[in-house]
């Protein structure tokens, strides 16, 4: 193992003092056992074991977290979905050869490399957000059986129909009194104030495309009567998956994939023990696909240095995760972060690089780009790490909606029909828009959308699509949750109706 000169690495048999940082793993039988001691190091490193058979020893010792090994309330169940009485929560033991796990867009139409950003005109910003006016407003359209949309700033007398991108009067957030409606090229392409006095309920974010019924007398202030809903995708269609996989059983068989979203330390310190508890509850419930999220090494954690993400690149991925899940048998589904230190900080941003992975490895590892959609097993996966509630939970105003927050956030997604619907973004999110408009679109409905959050955990059905925010394996300085979800892909009813393929749901605590 080569080193650099700030660091002091030794490889042994033994297991690490207690007294010193290290960590190790060891096998015994078909169990296997995680023991973390100080997993936090403050050297830099270049290549490290691709096995935990050996300790790692580290001369730099981490104090664990107090308030994290203190904890209450472990393995307790917060918050559920579907039938879960009497529910198995274990995958297939480890038969992963029935999985089958790819990007539903395919490698050539996916982002699975890096690209230069930095370079996009505002022209091309511009002609991206035109289209999407232009797409959207097209599919309202023929739903709603419109002749065709008024400009928005033309007078008229009579009630009109306009399409158009919902934004803000000014640099605040928007409220009643502040929305704009701006049209598209094809609809004069001017901006208008929308006056939302007559409207009974209604749902609005910066950059949503809406379509609107009502009068504009003067030419400067549209009074909107009618908010037309938006429209989601259809989702995965079962002939496309009988063609596809032509040996489906007549009942198919259940998956268990768990779903786990950084940070992965502590905010007091940089151990690991989370993300071991974690591989320890993988080892427990062997589940047949575990989607874990970044941030990995998080950049707004106190303590993280800049060498550090050298140290991440293969100490982290392959002694810690691979190695420690190796026996299990589950499929590894690795998404990045913007908040990761070590990774690109650009949106959509492409998957982690691991060139020297074995080939056993590789096979049981899938490295996607935020966001992404995933087909596991003839099941539709939506994923992105970006906080998306939280950025939207912002900027959205409403008025007397039915429905909760979330609810009404995840719903917009789904009819906008892509992962960051929300225009412009806000400062942290540094947006590629011509990537986005080729990577950040949602090819159809998802039948699970994961959507981790700082806000709090949920699992529910929103217009069909099982939408999760499993929470973060950390919250501050105390544990955090992760989500599991108990899958089996169905066919549609005798009387046609979509049967969603999540059985049962629950976020539990660490």
Known sequence: MEASPRSNVTTSSGKPSQKSGGCYCSKGGDKLHIVARDFGMRCLISRCPHTLGHVVYMDTPVTPSQKYSQRGGRGEVVSTFGAVQGTRWAGRKGQTNGVQLELLEGSEDSLINNYK????????VRNV??????????????????????????????????????????????????????????????????????????????????????????????????????????????????????????????????????????????????????????????????????????????????????????????????????????????????????????????????????????????????????????????????????????????????????????????????YYPLYPPVEEVNMDYEKFQGYGQMPLSPDVLIVPSELRFFIKDVIGCVCVNPGRLTKGQVGGTYGRLLIQRSAPSIDGKRVSPCVAGQVVKI
């Open 117 to 124: 950003y930095m370079f996009q005109r505002l022209r091309d």
């Open 129 to 418: 957000l035109t289209e999407k006016i232009e797409e959207l407003g097209e599919e309202l359209r023929t739903n709603f059986n419109i002749e065709e949309f008024s400009p928005v700033s033309l007078p008229a007398q009579d009630s009109v129909i306009v399409l158009g991108q919902v934004c803000c009067d000014s640099n605040g957030k928007l409220n009643s009194q502040s929305v704009l409606l701006e049209a598209g090229p094809d609809q004069g392409g001017r901006q208008v104030p929308v006056d939302l006095s007559e409207l009974r309920d209604y749902s609005l974010f910066p950059g949503q495309v809406v379509v609107m019924e009502g009068m504009n007398t003067s030419g400067r202030k549209f009074v909107a009567s009618k908010l037309f809903e938006g429209v989601p995708l259809p989702f995965y269609s079962t002939p496309i998956k009988q063609e596809m996989d032509m040996d489906i059983p007549d009942v198919p068989e259940q998956f268990l994939v768990m779903v786990a979203c950084g940070p992965y330390t502590p905010s007091d310190g940089l151990t690991f023990d989370p993300l071991v508890d974690l591989i320890n509850v993988i080892a427990r419930d062997r589940p047949d696909v575990c989607i874990l999220l970044g941030p990995f090494v998080d950049s707004k954690h106190e303590q993280i240095e800049v060498p550090f993400h050298s140290l991440f690149d293969c100490f982290f991925f392959l002694c810690v995760i691979v190695e420690g899940t190796k026996g299990v048998g589950c499929r590894l589904v690795f998404v990045p972060s913007q908040r990761d230190v070590h990774h690109h900080f650009i949106y959509p941003q492409p998957p982690f690089i691991l060139p020297d992975l074995s080939k056993d490895d590789a096979k049981r590892m899938t490295l996607v780009p935020d966001p992404c959609t995933l087909l596991i097993d003839g099941v539709t996966f939506g994923l992105t790490s970006t906080d998306i509630l939280f950025h939207m939970g912002a900027e959205e105003i409403s008025c007397a909606s039915g429905s909760d927050r979330f609810s009404r956030i995840l719903k917009h997604m789904l009819t906008q029909r892509n």
